[in-house]
């Protein structure tokens, strides 16, 4: 087992990785009653072309496989599992994201029968075509439910538009006909693909004593039987650089128009220290540009084009990226076209000196400090940046060394008209009267 | 957990001084009557008072000096509980600890006095332009209610059950009321928030009591205030729902079932640690009857769950449905809550809910605003609020008394809101 101090944010960090190969990281937390435990496998909606473990041949799933995998690893033959996690006083969960399953539970009590269930449950799968069946009524609810989202609606949509090809672009629990064609084997091929230990990660944050709850995972672990690991094979399409669709719009039962424009990544290859300085250098522009303290928001704000939905954000994982800024509107052709102006200036000439730099610097390493108050936080984000071979607690020493010129650089990957796209979720009673 | 002191009549300040967290917080929660009109003034006023002061009269000044105190957050809420509104002023701030400067908590502090005590006049009055965007700004918050479904089908409920009452005034206030304040009517809430809100000031984190008191008691120069007392849980006069059944509509796939239940019981009735196992067990967690028989036996949703309402005494079932289900779905509904009032309750479901209230609690707790917040809820019950006086509380409750609780709760009205292709000859009965 290793140990890892991080004094200036008076943290150590545990971690040693399994003879089978799962990485297992474990970090107490002082003052807290509860202890949040996610277990984690790299592996999400966009997986849906692969080598299946032991193949030679590449297979497509349907859309949404991941999240119906997801779905069904609670339902056991001797019942849900949600059933065990209560009697022990947890609450389960699990979420799918584009890139990851994430299991966890969070107990203040019982924490080892809990640990003991949540590894059981995601290594021992129990798949019947019966369940299978069963379960799509309350995914096709699921999905239901979602398409009368207008804010999730607007952001896949824009989404859509960026993306030509690659799967980023589909809905993460895909569509009432994809996961029509689930079947029982599917689900073990894509398990036994991507549920192997050595592309996992268990993350156990809160009250914990470290040695043993370490001793009581490998003892685990050491008692259960893995196949030979290989690497896995995944493909993606060739993603052009340049945005699928420059515009789009969708007609709602809303109040009010919502408008985001997309801003589609050119940069999205590399790993590591670089991708965090990148990433970082992006979201610091970002803040510059459009935070709370610029002159964009000033205007936008004063002038009544955004309200308090405004938002923006950028995402980046391998194979994609994006940054989206948008607002509930009234006056979304206004809105759209100030974007794109202050987009074009900093373009021309970059406005930002060391100062603005300094003031989004303390405030990116305040909201980090903050954050690192919650568990939940610490065990997904920790996941993330691990997955993409990053260190959560590498982000303060990366942003006290980021300079202008770094951000500049980094902007650079999302500037350009060619990466520009608009997506708007419009009023029904608009299209009606046009 | 909190040490309390009274910094004047009226005016209480809490303090947990702690090393859990790597930030201090502070919330000052000012408690006056909910009415439509001072949730709607005091909703403006919130927005007003936290877009710039007299320090920083402009929005983008206040907010980059934020971002110098190294992201340090501060907003202020507007939020009900029972039959009163708060007016909330939240902050946190890095612990100066973790920083490489010092004084940053000093600065929040005088921030905080500043954003309470010296508004951005004009001329005596707040600014015309500020008051009328922020009046904008809350319109289209209550407005956006619409766009998502399952906020707008409670609503819709809780007027339908309650209208005119506390339970279903919104926080926010109604646009009319908004729309009717003028400078002069909302400065006027402002002199009275500051000068006759009850008050209770906390703060958790890593700080002193006696140094903390100090500056806070230097900083903030709160008058005595004359308490009008209300009993925060007394339930207000409600005419009789005449309706048991109503059905809307609007453009959208999914049906949205909203099932309204009332109880004799509220926070304080004693009968409230048996009502929270009773809720559990029908649709509070994953292991209830509803997610059990609804969801996972039929089929038939991916959101179903029972809450209760401890403010008003008031039990809602919710479920995201097939819109051609509703009849059948309530149908399921109603047999869970049947069982439980025939007594087929098993020791096992009582044991989960209780090991699941329990962890909520505990883990609520885990944060600053949890403890805050639990504090802040329990203390109005006059006995001192520890998890283990509750967890034995909870530990009393048997299968008669939560059958007993069961049949004490009425079903009262069943809203489903609808796409509009399913509306046929049924008509909408708004």
Redesign the interface.
């Known amino acids: 087992m290793k140990e890892l101090h991080f004094k200036q944010l008076d943290e150590k960090l545990f971690h040693e990785k399994m003879d089978n190969g799962l990485d297992v990281y474990i970090l107490p937390k002082k003052g807290f009653s509860k202890t949040f435990v996610t277990f984690t496998t790299k592996y999400g909606s966009i997986d849906s072309k692969f080598v299946p473990l032991g193949e030679s041949e590449e297979i497509t799933v349907p859309d949404g496989i991941a999240h119906f995998l997801e779905h069904k690893m609670f339902e056991k033959e001797d019942g849900d599992v949600f059933q065990k996690f209560s009697g022990y006083g947890a609450s389960a969960n699990a979420f799918t994201s584009f890139t990851r399953t994430a299991y966890l539970f969070s107990a203040t009590d019982h924490l080892y029968e809990n640990t003991e269930t949540l590894l059981n449950f995601v290594q021992e799968p129990y798949f019947t075509q019966a369940t299978v069946e069963k379960e799509k009524g309350i995914i096709g609810q699921e999905i239901t439910m979602y398409d009368d989202q207008p804010d999730w609606r607007l952001y896949f949509g824009t989404i859509e538009n960026m993306y030509k090809d690659h799967p980023v672009k589909i809905d993460i629990a895909g569509t009432i006909e994809s996961i029509d064609a689930i079947t029982a084997e599917h689900l073990y091929t894509c398990y036994e693909t991507f549920y192997h230990p050595s592309n996992m990660l268990l993350f156990v944050v809160g009250a914990v004593n470290p040695e043993e709850m370490m001793t009581y995972i490998r003892e685990h672990q050491n008692k259960k039987e893995f196949a030979e690991f290989k690497p896995i094979k995944r493909s993606f399409p060739n993603e052009p650089l340049e945005v699928a669709k420059q515009e789009n719009k969708l007609f709602m039962d809303v109040q009010k128009p919502k408008v985001y424009v997309g801003l589609k990544a050119k940069e999205t290859s590399i790993q590591g220290d670089a991708m965090m300085k990148h990433e970082m250098g992006i979201q610091l522009a970002l803040e510059l540009i459009f935070g709370r303290s610029s002159d964009f928001y000033v205007q936008a704000y004063e002038k009544g084009w955004i309200d308090e939905s405004y938002a923006f954000d950028f995402t980046l994982e391998k194979g994609y990226g994006f940054a989206i800024i948008g607002s509930d509107t009234s006056k979304p052709k206004e809105l759209v076209e100030a974007i794109k102006k202050e987009l074009k200036k900093v373009e021309e000439k970059w406005p930002f000196g060391q100062s603005d730099l300094d003031r989004v610097r303390k405030k990116k390493i305040g909201y980090f400090l903050r954050a690192l108050n919650s568990v939940e936080y610490i065990a997904n984000q920790f996941t993330r940046y691990a997955f993409n071979d990053m260190d959560l607690f590498d982000a303060v020493p990366a942003l006290e060394q980021i300079t202008v010129a770094d951000l500049q650089n980094a902007f650079a990957s999302i500037q350009g008209e060619n990466q520009q796209t608009v997506f708007s979720v419009l009023p029904k009673k608009e299209q009606e009267t046009s | 957990m909190f040490q309390s002191i009274e910094l004047q009549p009226g005016i209480h300040l809490h303090i947990r001084p702690?090393?859990?967290?790597?930030?201090v917080n502070f919330s000052f929660k000012f408690k006056h009557e909910l009415t439509n009109q001072s949730a709607s003034e005091r909703s403006v006023l919130a927005n007003v008072l936290v877009h710039s002061n007299e320090q920083f009269p402009?929005?983008?000044a206040f907010?980059?000096y934020?971002?110098?105190?190294?992201?340090?957050?501060l907003y202020l809420d507007s939020s009900k509980k029972g039959s009163n509104h708060y007016i909330t002023l939240l902050a946190?701030?890095?612990n100066d600890q973790?920083?490489s400067t010092d004084g940053v908590l000093d600065q929040v502090l005088n921030l905080l006095q500043t954003v309470l005590f010296r508004p951005n006049l004009e001329q005596g009055k707040f600014k015309d332009s500020i008051v009328k965007?922020e009046k904008?700004?809350v319109i289209?918050?209550i407005?956006?209610l619409?766009?998502?479904?399952t906020r707008y089908a409670q609503q819709r409920l809780v007027e339908l059950m309650r209208p005119n009452h506390p339970a279903s005034i919104g926080a926010n206030g109604t646009i009319d009321a908004i729309t009717a304040i003028t400078n002069e009517s909302l400065f006027d809430a402002y002199k009275k928030m500051l000068e006759e809100d009850e008050l209770d000031i906390y703060v958790v984190g890593d700080v002193n009591v006696e140094e903390m008191t100090s500056k806070l008691q230097q900083a903030f120069e709160f008058k005595a205030r004359q308490l009008n007392q209300k009993d925060l849980h007394k339930d207000v006069e409600h005419p009789k729902v005449e309706k048991n059944a109503v059905n809307e509509y609007?453009?959208?796939?999914?049906g949205k079932l909203h099932i309204g239940y009332e109880t004799n019981v509220t926070f304080t009735h004693p009968d409230f640690p048996k009502m929270q196992i009773t809720n559990g067990i029908f649709g509070g967690?994953?292991?209830a009857k509803l997610?059990?028989n609804v969801?996972?036996k039929?089929?038939?949703?991916?959101?179903v769950s029972s809450s209760f309402s401890s403010a008003y005494g008031l039990l809602f079932v919710l479920a995201?449905?097939?819109a051609s289900k509703q009849e059948k779905a309530v149908g399921l509904i109603d047999e869970q809550l049947e069982a439980m009032k025939k007594g087929e309750i098993s020791q096992?479901e009582i044991?989960?809910?209780v090991?699941?209230l329990?962890?909520?609690l505990?883990?609520a707790?885990?944060?600053?605003r949890g403890q805050i917040e639990i504090f802040d809820q329990y203390k109005d019950l006059g006995e001192e609020f520890t998890v283990d006086s509750w967890v034995a509380k909870w530990a009393t409750v048997t299968k008669d008394d939560i059958q007993e609780m069961a049949k004490s709760i009425n079903k009262q009205l069943v809203y489903f809101l609808s796409g509009k292709e399913e509306m046929s000859h049924e008509g909408a009965s708004l």
Request: hydrophobic fraction near 25%.
């Open positions: 702690t090393d859990q967290f790597k930030t402009s929005n983008p907010r980059s934020l971002d110098e105190l190294y992201g340090t957050i946190e701030t890095v973790y920083l965007r904008d700004s289209q918050r407005e956006s619409y766009d998502d479904k609007q453009e959208m796939k999914q967690y994953p292991h997610f059990l969801r996972e039929e089929s038939m949703a991916y959101y995201g449905i097939d096992n044991d989960q809910t090991a699941m329990k962890n909520q505990k883990e707790l885990d944060s600053a």
